[in-house]
């Protein structure tokens, strides 16, 4: 009796062991993550407006996508193309710049007529908490498999920003993923996909806006086959880039210098109607604020321009008309302006925002409480050491 005792102990042992190895990376991903301190998020300030259309150059818009996927990995991800198929699709819509954002992997193909950049989509968790690493040095290949709370998602986030020109929150509101009052307290980030392929989050963007976070759109399909039109030109991203290298573009993003296009869905759309709503897409002609004034001027008649502020609230809504204003008032910490033209297309336009100089402050704060960091740490080790003496005790 007290052999099979043994026996099944040490059977029990060997399970756990071998588990134990294969999970190793997992769990000191989470015992070493560190504990960070949250101060109250600030909601922008000041007597000026940092407007990043303010000397905007009218007829220097790039039509671009900066997430999507190619077969990689030995077709063990979920993409389907080539590099050369996937760029040839976008061309032939008029895309001026196709970055494919393959998971965990820099994909170095590039082509002589658009700028090359290199960008991946980093995560491997099961809730897609997931980020776009634009200008990308190398790959991170830390990730937290499980759950993630708000000191896992910051640090990805600030290792990410040391790898990386510039980083992107994706899709936050797919799985829940990121809910709306983390973007309370994250920061570290530049750029927020507003506009996904299958997801809109604007909730979480008012979220993140309302509490002073300098997060500026992007709007991306995030297709994965170019084997089906209707899955190509969902989101698209406009910058404006008087000139067209690779950091003058990027510069633009982050500057908020951009606007993103949310196309009418259609589940069955041939090639030819993507083409024809791609040659509908319109552009502003002036964008100004001016004695606390914002003033939007668009090309063709809009059926609707909102302006929306603090905590999404819709603050003035004008209806058929190519232009619009709004009063800024002292309550308005950001003010942003969404268009639907007559076709139904949705046009997102960055927010204008207050500060106290000619920029917007970029507010850091979250910091790495070093004390709860080795408390946590060492309450950890503690445990684990506990349990694997109390195991050994009871096979010997």
Not at 102 to 117: A, E, F, K, Q, S
Not at 244 to 261: I, P
Request: aromatic content about 12%.
């Amino acid at each position: 009796m007290k052999s099979a005792r043994k026996i099944w102990l040490f059977t029990l042992l060997s399970v756990a062991g071998i588990t134990g190895v294969c999970l190793l990376p997992v769990v000191w991903f989470y015992v070493t993550c560190p504990v960070y301190q949250f101060d109250d998020p600030q909601p922008f300030a000041g007597p000026a407006f940092y407007n990043p259309y303010q000397d905007m150059t009218a007829d220097a818009w790039m039509k671009c996508v900066f997430h999507l996927h190619t077969k990689s990995w030995m077709g063990l991800t979920n993409g389907e193309n080539t590099h050369a198929e996937v760029t040839d699709a976008y061309r032939q819509l008029g895309f001026d710049v196709v970055a494919v954002s393959d998971y965990m992997r820099i994909n170095r193909g590039r082509l002589p007529d658009m700028p090359y950049i290199p960008v991946y989509e980093h995560g491997y968790n099961v809730k897609k908490v997931h980020q776009l690493a634009l200008g990308a040095g190398r790959v991170v290949w830390r990730d937290y498999f499980f759950w993630q709370s708000l000191h896992h998602k910051q640090h990805i986030l600030d290792i990410l920003k040391k790898n990386s020109l510039f980083v992107a929150v994706n899709h936050p509101s797919m799985r829940s993923s990121y809910l709306p009052d983390d973007f309370k307290y994250l920061s570290g980030y530049d750029l927020f996909e507003v506009q996904n392929g299958t997801h809109l989050s604007e909730k979480a963007w008012d979220a993140a806006l309302s509490s002073g976070r300098r997060a500026w759109l992007i709007a991306n399909d995030d297709a994965h086959s170019v084997n089906y039109p209707a899955r190509l030109q969902r989101e698209v991203t406009f910058i404006n880039v008087p000139k067209t290298s690779t950091n003058d573009l990027l510069q633009q993003l982050a500057e908020g210098v951009a606007f993103g296009v949310h196309f009418p869905r259609q589940k069955q759309a041939s090639r030819d109607e993507k083409l024809r709503e791609a040659a509908a897409v319109s552009f502003p002609v002036s964008i100004q604020v001016q004695d606390d004034t914002l003033r939007v001027v668009w090309r063709q008649v809009m059926r609707q321009i909102e302006f929306i502020g603090d905590n999404g609230k819709v603050l003035k809504i004008a209806t058929d008309s190519d232009a619009a204003s709004y009063a800024i008032g002292p309550e308005d910490s950001y003010i942003r302006v969404k268009l639907t033209s007559p076709d139904a297309m949705v046009y997102y336009l960055n927010p204008v925002v207050r500060c106290w100089g000619e920029d917007p402050v970029i507010q850091r704060i979250s910091h790495v409480d070093k004390r709860k960091t080795l408390q946590k740490r060492a309450a950890i080790a503690l445990v684990f050491g506990l349990f694997a003496f109390g195991m050994i005790r009871r096979v010997i």
